[in-house]
C-alpha cells in the first residue's frame, strides 16, 4: 500500500520541506510538483553523515530538480534520506511525495 504526504503546501514563497524520507530498500517514492514558470525549481537534497550537512543530489552530473519541464521524479532502492527546497515562485506551487515502504519525520 503505497502513502501519500504533501510535504511543501502550495506556496508562492521559498520553502524547505520540514518532512525528510529515509528511501531505502524495497521503497518506490514518486515526487510531485507542477505550476513553476521559467527558472523557478525544488532541488532534491541528500543528507551526508559523515559531513553532516545537506547537498543537492546529483548523479552522472545531472541535479535531481522539479522545475516547468520536470513535473515528476522517481526514486527507489537506494538507502539515502531526502528533503525539497523549494524556490519563490509566481504562483502558488507544492510538493507532495507517494511511497511504499520509507521511513519519514
Excluded at 7 to 31: H, K, R, Y
Excluded at 59 to 70: A, C, E, H, M, W
Excluded at 74 to 92: E, G, M, Y
Amino acid at each position: 500500500m503505497s502513502t501519500q504526504k504533501i510535504i511543501i503546501p502550495a506556496t508562492t514563497n521559498a520553502a524547505t520541506s520540514e518532512l525528510t524520507v529515509l528511501v531505502q530498500d524495497g521503497t518506490a517514492m514518486s515526487l510531485i510538483s507542477n505550476g513553476y514558470q521559467g527558472s523557478e525549481q525544488s532541488t532534491i537534497q541528500i543528507y551526508d553523515p559523515a559531513l553532516e550537512d545537506w547537498f543537492d543530489a546529483i548523479y552522472k552530473g545531472d541535479k535531481f530538480i522539479l522545475n516547468v519541464q520536470t513535473n515528476w521524479l522517481d526514486l527507489w532502492q537506494t538507502h539515502i534520506q531526502i528533503r525539497i527546497v523549494k524556490s519563490a515562485t509566481v504562483n502558488p506551487v507544492g510538493v507532495t511525495v507517494r511511497y511504499n515502504n520509507a521511513n519519514t519525520n
